[in-house]
């Protein structure tokens, strides 16, 4: 997994990016009580709100860590937003996404920079 100074995780699977958000960030956010998720098939670029989550203490944005095209959304969230706070790396993850390269993947922390990140 790859890492971003927003608290978002990126894992790759095949030729797609899944994308969520980090244990620390869930539970800084709290209790997760809603998730809008984005329109599949929609291209997205670095920095792109994509996804709005609203917890008990705050309202936050997932934006798009890298340009591509979404191609999957996790509905589960929609129904049990608390899967956030759950498995937050895990079965808590926000879309996929269809990059061209995946080399961009580069530019981001891996584990033990960001746990140095997050101290």
């Given amino acids: 997994m790859k890492y971003t100074k927003d608290h978002e995780w990126l894992r790759v699977e095949g030729d797609f990016v899944v994308v969520g958000i980090t244990e620390h960030a869930a539970t800084q956010l709290g209790d997760v009580v809603f998730v809008e998720?984005?329109?599949?098939?929609?291209?997205?670029?670095?920095?792109?709100?994509?996804?709005?989550?609203?917890?008990?203490?705050?309202?936050?944005?997932?934006?798009?860590?890298?340009?591509?095209?979404?191609?999957?959304?996790?509905?589960?969230?929609?129904?049990?937003?608390?899967?956030?706070?759950?498995?937050?790396?895990?079965?808590?993850w926000f879309f996929k996404l269809k990059v061209d390269d995946l080399s961009v993947l580069d530019q981001f922390m891996d584990e033990d920079e960001y746990q140095e990140l997050i101290g």
């Fill in 37 to 92: 998720l984005p329109e599949t098939e929609t291209m997205v670029a670095e920095g792109d709100e994509v996804c709005v989550i609203e917890s008990v203490k705050a309202a936050s944005d997932i934006l798009a860590p890298i340009d591509g095209e979404i191609v999957a959304v996790n509905e589960k969230l929609v129904d049990a937003p608390g899967m956030v706070n759950e498995d937050p790396t895990g079965a808590a």
